[in-house]
Nanobody
Framework: QVQLVESGGGLVQAGGSLRLSCAASGRTFSDYAMGWFRQAPEKEREFVAH????????YYTASLKGRFTISRDNAKNTVYLQMNSLKPEDTAVYYC?????????????????WGQGTQVTVSS
């Protein structure tokens, strides 16, 4: 089992920044690729960003690339999501998730473990 705990969410004004963290425990962190997802009220959970187990490879949903940056520190068992130039439409619960490192671009259902989420609210 892998336990994932997100933190760093909160209320921020449009144009501001937040850095989300996701701390993992339970198994070897570098055995997993990591992803961030988000879910706005009454909307489907959507993919945000993914990082390989080594941190070398990343990819993003196209609309967010350039504003959001995913990174990880395997020594600290933590993955991060730096969010800049935030917009009201970024308001959502943000979740981190872990997929076996063998997947280069896992589907959502291939992420085996999920955190409970952290709320991000962007005011206009």
């Amino acid at each position: 089992q892998v336990q994932l705990v997100e933190s760093g969410g909160g209320l921020v004004q449009a144009g501001g920044s937040l850095r989300l963290s996701c701390a993992a425990s339970g198994r070897t962190f570098s055995d997993y690729a990591m992803g961030w997802f988000r879910q706005a009220p009454e909307k489907e959970r959507e993919f945000v960003a993914h990082i390989s187990w080594s941190g070398i490879s990343t990819y993003y949903t196209a609309s967010l690339k350039g504003r959001f940056t995913i990174s990880r520190d395997n020594a600290k068992n933590t993955v991060y999501l730096q969010m800049n130039s935030l917009k009201p439409e970024d308001t959502a619960v943000y979740y981190c998730a872990a997929a076996p490192r063998g997947y280069s671009r896992p589907r959502r259902d291939q992420y085996d473990y999920w955190g409970q989420g952290t709320q991000v609210t962007v005011s206009s």
